[in-house]
């Protein structure tokens, strides 16, 4: 659901809202400045900082509200990127309720969610 | 960002690439489709003076259903035996896993026996070599050899190919009566390397397990049957000895769970495709 004043261009504000979308959807899942301990750079290429693709994202249902602006001529607002912010603490909260966590660091991968719902792995047994 | 210096030879004839490889040997290397070959290259990871391109040579570029083998030679684009008109009754294990091959764009330029040359550890194909028992046939000026995949992959992206060789086909073994084939993978995006690739092989008697992604080649296991009860014990014996790693994308114990989850649910769905 989004605000940005009386829309003026539908297609471009679906545009900036999809867009925003990925890109949050990224910062939520997959991106991620990481460095080994001795400081080297370990996602300094697009096989490694990894920015969803159009098979990682799914369609948003974009729902808005017009309340126009009193301060501009037209009472358009801003919608630029509209959803980078507002997506990534979303699907957090998602993630933070199901599984009962009171914080959760960014990106959410995989190994990291596996972790916490499997707990620690027990050690090997062996047999003879 | 750019490859260094290279002299590029298209090669007229099979015995012309054989004849440059054997003058040039471990400073020439094969180009086929160069899905992985030329972005080494602009990373500077692989530095060749010479690039043979086999490209141009139709004996190279068939692909042979014959004596329950599938044959594909150097030159055969993955699209090609992806598109194959029979592949699923063929042999569904290849039909399953090579959707899995980077993105349908990189298999049309991309080829079967590249992908088995690079021995990428969580690569799809040679990961299938290796379940089904396939080999590959090498060939050098002197001589043809034929070596099974168990002995072909030997490391990481390293295999018992010599510098003077060049692969000219694979034999994938074709689908066999009362067998169930699956094949399962699980990475970060779709077209990304896995984390873990699992393809499993049941007949009456017995579980093939391979797993890719984990250890630093392809891996496979004979295994109890699923419903014994010690195969949650086998997996997990087999799950920790691929001795995993952490990396960016996943952590040591993620892979072992993934071993473990995974190639069980590749196993069960092999035996109810062979049920």
């Given at each position: 659901?989004?605000?940005?004043?009386?829309?003026?261009?539908?297609?471009?504000?679906?545009?900036?809202?999809?867009?925003?979308?990925?890109?949050?959807?990224?910062?939520?899942?997959?991106?991620?400045y990481a460095y080994a301990?001795?400081g080297s750079f370990l996602s300094g290429?697009?096989?490694?900082?990894?920015?969803?693709?159009?098979?990682?994202?799914?369609?948003?249902?974009?729902?808005?509200?017009?309340?126009?602006?009193?301060?501009?001529?037209?009472?358009?607002?801003?919608?630029?990127?509209?959803?980078?912010?507002?997506?990534?603490?979303?699907?957090?909260?998602?993630?933070?309720?199901?599984?009962?966590?009171?914080?959760?660091?960014?990106?959410?991968?995989?190994?990291?969610?596996?972790?916490?719902?499997?707990?620690?792995?027990?050690?090997?047994?062996?047999?003879? | 960002?750019?490859?260094?210096?290279?002299?590029?030879?298209?090669?007229?004839?099979?015995?012309?690439?054989?004849?440059?490889?054997?003058?040039?040997?471990?400073?020439?290397?094969?180009?086929?489709?160069?899905?992985?070959?030329?972005?080494?290259?602009?990373?500077?990871?692989?530095?060749?003076?010479?690039?043979?391109?086999?490209?141009?040579?139709?004996?190279?570029?068939?692909?042979?259903?014959?004596?329950?083998?599938?044959?594909?030679?150097?030159?055969?684009?993955?699209?090609?035996?992806?598109?194959?008109?029979?592949?699923?009754?063929?042999?569904?294990?290849?039909?399953?896993?090579?959707?899995?091959?980077?993105?349908?764009?990189?298999?049309?330029?991309?080829?079967?026996?590249?992908?088995?040359?690079?021995?990428?550890?969580?690569?799809?194909?040679?990961?299938?070599?290796?379940?089904?028992?396939?080999?590959?046939?090498?060939?050098?000026?002197?001589?043809?050899?034929?070596?099974?995949?168990?002995?072909?992959?030997?490391?990481?992206?390293?295999?018992?190919?010599?510098?003077?060789?060049?692969?000219?086909?694979?034999?994938?073994?074709?689908?066999?009566?009362?067998?169930?084939?699956?094949?399962?993978?699980?990475?970060?995006?779709?077209?990304?390397?896995?984390?873990?690739?699992?393809?499993?092989?049941?007949?009456?008697?017995?579980?093939?397990?391979?797993?890719?992604?984990?250890?630093?080649?392809?891996?496979?296991?004979?295994?109890?049957?699923?419903?014994?009860?010690?195969?949650?014990?086998?997996?997990?014996?087999?799950?920790?000895?691929?001795?995993?790693?952490?990396?960016?994308?996943?952590?040591?114990?993620?892979?072992?769970?993934?071993?473990?989850?995974?190639?069980?649910?590749?196993?069960?769905?092999?035996?109810?495709?062979?049920?």
């Open positions: 659901m989004h605000d940005c004043g009386r829309i003026l261009h539908p297609a471009m504000v679906a545009g900036q809202i999809s867009g925003g979308f990925a890109q949050a959807l990224g910062a939520a899942l997959y991106e991620e301990a001795d290429t697009f096989a490694d900082y990894l920015v969803p693709t159009a098979m990682e994202v799914p369609e948003p249902v974009i729902l808005h509200r017009q309340s126009p602006s009193p301060f501009t001529p037209l009472g358009a607002k801003g919608v630029g990127e509209g959803n980078c912010m507002s997506t990534p603490v979303c699907i957090a909260n998602a993630i933070a309720d199901a599984l009962g966590l009171a914080e959760l660091d960014l990106p959410a991968t995989p190994a990291k969610l596996a972790a916490i719902i499997h707990g620690p792995e027990p050690a090997r047994t062996r047999h003879s | 960002v750019k490859p260094a210096r290279f002299d590029y030879v298209r090669a007229a004839s099979l015995d012309e690439a054989l004849a440059v490889l054997h003058h040039e040997g471990g400073d020439a290397r094969v180009l086929a489709g160069g899905q992985t070959l030329l972005p080494m290259l602009n990373m500077r990871m692989a530095r060749p003076r010479v690039l043979i391109d086999i490209m141009q040579l139709p004996e190279l570029n068939r692909l042979e259903c014959i004596d329950g083998t599938i044959r594909v030679g150097a030159a055969v684009r993955q699209r090609a035996l992806e598109e194959h008109a029979d592949l699923v009754s063929r042999q569904p294990l290849l039909a399953a896993a090579l959707p899995w091959v980077g993105h349908a764009q990189t298999r049309s330029r991309g080829t079967v026996c590249g992908s088995l040359a690079h021995a990428d550890p969580s690569a799809e194909l040679p990961l299938v070599l290796l379940a089904l028992g396939g080999d590959v046939e090498l060939r050098s000026r002197q001589h043809s050899r034929r070596v099974a995949a168990e002995q072909f992959f030997t490391g990481m992206m390293s295999t018992d190919l010599r510098g003077d060789e060049l692969i000219e086909a694979v034999r994938f073994p074709a689908a066999r009566t009362d067998t169930g084939y699956a094949f399962r993978e699980i990475g970060r995006r779709h077209g990304d390397f896995a984390i873990v690739a699992c393809a499993a092989v049941i007949d009456r008697r017995t579980a093939r397990l391979a797993v890719g992604g984990v250890a630093e080649r392809p891996t496979a296991r004979a295994l109890p049957l699923p419903g014994d009860p010690a195969l949650d014990r086998a997996l997990d014996a087999f799950a920790w000895d691929l001795d995993a790693h952490d990396d960016l994308h996943a952590t040591a114990p993620y892979r072992r769970e993934l071993v473990r989850r995974l190639g069980r649910q590749t196993l069960e769905e092999a035996a109810r495709c062979r049920a």
